[in-house]
């Protein structure tokens, strides 16, 4: 960000985030990490509805976007938090905890770790990535706008994202705009 405030740089790929909007401009996200849940074999936990209840524990990672993400939404669940996800997954592993919240992709891994273990398909929230740009430079933004959508359109994000092998990363839909930040045009 500080180099884009400084016009050392043309461009940066980043989350999207509120406290950096005043500071820089966002394309349309192309991309989304959704945040759901990793739940141990034979739990109940259907959906991310059904884990907010009283007397679930939710192990989470300490100060990080998803768990930012749920302490939003969370009235009756129990957040568990720890230092590192390797700390998370172990309190599921072990039956401390009846879910882990975190972002897909390392929860998908940590699922093959876990016999009969399952990652819910729906989610909670999403860390969503933009291109960003100094605020001074509109036309450069507006181009960008018009290259991400024209790379979602026709499937390129899509193909990147699987050649790549990025198991639960998505294209961000056109609609899915919740970071709460006007998208510049």
């Not at 990147?160 to 998208?183: L, M």
């Given at each position: 960000?500080?180099?884009?405030?400084?016009?050392?740089?043309?461009?940066?790929?980043?989350?999207?985030?509120?406290?950096?909007?005043?500071?820089?401009?966002?394309?349309?996200?192309?991309?989304?990490?959704?945040?759901?849940?990793?739940?141990?074999?034979?739990?109940s936990?259907?959906?991310v509805?059904?884990?907010?209840?009283?007397?679930?524990?939710?192990?989470?990672?300490?100060?990080?976007?998803?768990?930012?993400?749920?302490?939003?939404i969370?009235?009756?669940?129990?957040?568990?938090?720890?230092?590192?996800?390797?700390?998370?997954?172990?309190?599921?592993?072990?039956?401390?905890?009846?879910?882990?919240?975190?972002?897909?992709?390392?929860?998908?891994?940590?699922?093959?770790?876990?016999?009969?273990?399952?990652?819910?398909?729906?989610?909670?929230?999403a860390?969503?990535?933009?291109?960003?740009?100094?605020?001074?430079?509109?036309?450069?933004?507006?181009?960008?706008?018009?290259?991400?959508?024209?790379?979602?359109?026709?499937?390129l994000?899509?193909?990147?994202?699987?050649?790549?092998?990025?198991?639960?990363?998505?294209?961000?839909?056109?609609?899915?705009?919740?970071?709460?930040?006007?998208?510049?045009?």
């Open positions: 960000m500080e180099c884009l405030k400084a016009n050392g740089c043309d461009l940066g790929f980043a989350g999207i985030d509120s406290t950096r909007a005043a500071n820089v401009g966002y394309t349309l996200p192309h991309i989304m990490v959704p945040f759901t849940y990793l739940v141990p074999a034979g739990s936990i259907r959906s509805a059904d884990a907010d209840k009283r007397g679930v524990r939710i192990a989470v990672v300490r100060n990080h976007a998803s768990t930012l993400a749920l302490e939003r969370l009235k009756y669940a129990e957040a568990i938090a720890v230092d590192i996800p390797d700390a998370a997954f172990e309190l599921v592993r072990t039956g401390k905890a009846d879910a882990y919240a975190s972002p897909r992709p390392p929860i998908l891994e940590y699922a093959a770790q876990l016999p009969g273990a399952r990652v819910l398909d729906d989610r909670y929230g860390n969503l990535q933009a291109i960003a740009v100094a605020k001074d430079q509109p036309i450069r933004l507006t181009y960008l706008n018009a290259f991400v959508e024209e790379a979602k359109e026709s499937g994000l899509q193909q990147i994202i699987d050649r790549a092998g990025q198991r639960g990363i998505q294209v961000a839909p056109a609609e899915d705009f919740t970071a709460g930040i006007p998208p510049t045009r």
